[in-house]
């Protein structure tokens, strides 16, 4: 599995576009990069995930550069109620990092 | 539907005792783990399971024990509590298409663990 890099911490307006880079420069051709949110002290949550192409779902999209060494992630207009910690993700196996603490503010 | 469910929510442990968390899913998932996160940290993978009879470690096994009978269920038993796995227990399942495991897992609430 890929390790990743994520800053610790972003701030973003309510009502604006957030975008939390990542960076995964070891990935593999066949590992996916997967993207998780963690509200309090919740379970985390599954985002978005994609391979080469950009994906979109109605909570987010996934930039993936054309080398497949960093990925962004926007939420198109964070809410209150995105403020929390994400987590991207390469490789299958699903081990997490340390995350971004992503601060949305009215 | 109820996805995955995590019993207990909440447990005190003496030093030394033995328990099982139980993890159950009802989206017959192949693809079942455990992970445990400290305070302030990310989450850590401990074991998991592409299947029934199918067990690998992760990066922190060590003092944990699973087995996966059936496709729904996958216990995590601690063998000899320490105060060192006080720790939010997290079970996730997910479908497994081999190497590319290209679908979302589902998380459970947790089980918050005390060791005393």
């Known amino acids: 599995d890929a390790k990743t890099t994520q800053p610790p911490s972003m701030d973003c307006a309510e009502g604006r576009a957030a975008n939390l880079p990542c960076n995964h420069s070891?990935?593999?051709?066949?590992?996916?990069v997967y993207w998780y949110r963690q509200i309090h002290s919740q379970g985390p949550q599954y985002i978005i995930h994609?391979?080469?192409n950009n994906e979109t779902n109605e909570m987010a999209s996934l930039i993936i550069t054309e080398d497949r060494k960093s990925s962004t992630l926007i939420l198109p207009h964070a809410t209150l109620r995105d403020t929390a910690v994400y987590y991207c993700?390469?490789?299958?196996?699903?081990?997490f990092g340390a995350g971004t603490i992503l601060r949305v503010k009215s | 539907n109820a996805g995955v469910t995590q019993t207990p929510k909440f447990q005190v442990l003496k030093t030394g005792q033995s328990m099982t968390l139980q993890c159950a899913q009802d989206?017959?998932?192949?693809?079942m783990s455990w992970y445990r996160q400290d305070p302030g940290m990310g989450l850590r993978l401990i074991h998991y399971?592409?299947?029934?009879?199918?067990?690998d470690q992760g990066e922190v096994p060590n003092g944990y024990n699973v087995s996966r009978s059936t496709t729904e269920d996958f216990p995590l038993r601690l063998l000899s509590a320490a105060p060192s796995q006080t720790s939010v227990y997290f079970c996730?399942?997910?479908?497994?298409?081999?190497?590319?495991?290209?679908?979302?897992?589902?998380f459970g609430s947790g089980t918050r663990l005390t060791v005393v």
């Open positions: 070891t990935i593999s051709g066949n590992e996916y």
């Open positions: 993700i390469g490789g299958n196996k699903l081990v």
């Open positions: 994609g391979l080469k």
């Open positions: 399971s592409v299947g029934a009879g199918i067990t």
């Open positions: 989206m017959n998932h192949e693809y």
């Open positions: 996730a399942s997910s479908y497994f298409t081999g190497i590319r495991a290209n679908y979302g897992y589902t």
